[in-house]
């Protein structure tokens, strides 16, 4: 079982742990992040065997993370595609890729970093790190999932390169490697090295570009939606710089750890405030499941979910993750990203075992209509307050969020739960 406690000692990661990590990431990785499902996937198969060499991972802090260098590792594409995945093959062939370049220039690959707070995101940077035999840093770049790269704080970090940024398919049979770079002149076109300095104006450019290059590559047939990706390799300094959000896999792991007991959502309200001091209000229901809808993409599930009250309908839309939650769509805004957007179901009796948290596409079936299981059930709708980092608009992560809501539709200012 796992030995981290309140963040201050090394968390040895167990199939049972990283079981319960999945599930509170789930809850806060804002209704993206990947499936529970797939992520639940992938940890049944690790135990200690011809893929994985050890049952169990470590997890430290940032500033103990101090033996080598560090890479940003994650599935990126459609959620409902990966959910059938056995093992991270993707990520881990990217992940190699890296460890090679590295070695060339003298350096080590030492530290696997999620990309985002998730069920899956989570669950592949442990099973990366265990397949390799690497440590995973307890940290993320945005303490929720995000829909695209300059939403995470890797990319408003000053001198850190997203270059060179990898892609390879789950067959393993295709390896695509991406550098962008903004010069002021042609002239100065040259290929870039890992941990090469740009200037910070550069940085968001670039991580947006590389987005916005991978997803036509992941929507070829060979892709199949979705690949392996890493980027962003770290020295231990820039990892202190970058990775401002900490702590979130003990958070995760702390919060699916408690799930079973909370009897309804106020348990679950008072466990985040009390027990992991994450603030969180419930911003409709009780209320039923009434539909779900789902079109994939581009590298994006996008659709919306509804609950009902009687005869009021709160809307959550979502491109991956959940962006707006709303009462009759865009009308009555009760929350917006960048704060998150969750979903708990009210237990219907005690001791069940069943989940109580889900991302989007856990509330669908394989045909992409709301689960029979699951409609007409009783949900609660929780907002939560994330770091003050992605609400800061000279910082650049707000705008990215702000023009994708208007993208949406919404045009008006993004809502939060707290005062900002």
Request: one cysteine or more.
């Amino acid at each position: 079982m796992a030995t981290f406690a309140n963040g201050e000692t090394r968390l040895k990661m167990t199939q049972e742990a990283l079981r319960q990590t999945a599930m509170g990431a789930c809850f806060l990785g804002s209704g993206g992040g990947g499936t529970l499902q797939s992520a639940l996937g992938l940890i049944e198969n690790f135990r200690s065997g011809e893929y994985y060499s050890d049952d169990t991972v470590e997890v430290v802090k940032v500033e103990d993370a101090t033996e080598g260098d560090a890479v940003v590792v994650a599935y990126i594409g459609a959620p409902a595609k990966i959910n059938h995945a056995a093992y991270p093959d993707g990520p881990v062939q990217a992940a190699v890729q890296v460890s090679s370049r590295l070695r060339e220039l003298g350096r080590r690959l030492a530290y696997i970093v999620p990309a985002e707070t998730g069920a899956l995101g989570f669950t592949v940077a442990c099973l990366v790190a265990a397949k390799l035999g690497l440590k995973v840093v307890d940290a993320d770049g945005a303490g929720r999932a995000v829909p695209s790269l300059p939403q995470l704080t890797f990319s408003i970090t000053e001198g850190l390169s997203p270059n060179p940024a990898i892609v390879v398919n789950q067959d393993k049979n295709l390896c695509v490697t991406v550098n962008a770079s903004i010069l002021p002149d042609v002239a100065d076109c040259v290929q870039h090295k890992p941990g090469q300095q740009f200037p910070a104006a550069r940085i968001e450019d670039l991580s947006r570009i590389i987005d916005n290059l991978m997803r036509p590559i992941i929507s070829e047939p060979a892709f199949d939606q979705f690949g392996g990706l890493a980027l962003w390799i770290m020295t231990p300094e820039q990892m202190r710089k970058a990775l401002r959000i900490r702590n979130t896999l003990w958070k995760a792991w702390a919060l699916g750890a408690g799930l079973p007991g909370f009897a309804s959502s106020d348990d679950l309200l008072e466990y985040l405030k009390e027990k992991l001091r994450i603030t969180a209000h419930r911003l409709f229901g009780p209320a039923q499941l009434t539909n779900a809808e789902i079109n994939t993409e581009g590298g994006f599930d996008v659709g919306k979910v509804d609950f009902t009250d009687n005869d009021r309908i709160c809307t959550v839309q979502y491109q991956n993750e959940s962006l707006i939650a709303g009462l009759k769509k865009y009308d009555d805004p009760l929350c917006t990203a960048p704060d998150s957007i969750a979903y708990f179901l009210e237990p219907s009796e005690t001791g069940s075992n069943e989940p109580k948290v889900f991302s989007n596409g856990d509330l669908l079936s394989e045909d992409g209509s709301l689960r029979e299981d699951l409609k007409g059930r009783m949900f609660s709708v929780i907002g939560i307050a994330v770091d003050d980092v992605l609400w800061e608009q000279d910082a650049g992560i707000f705008t990215t969020f702000r023009d994708l809501l208007r993208k949406m539709g919404y045009h008006g200012e993004p809502v939060s739960i707290i005062p900002r």
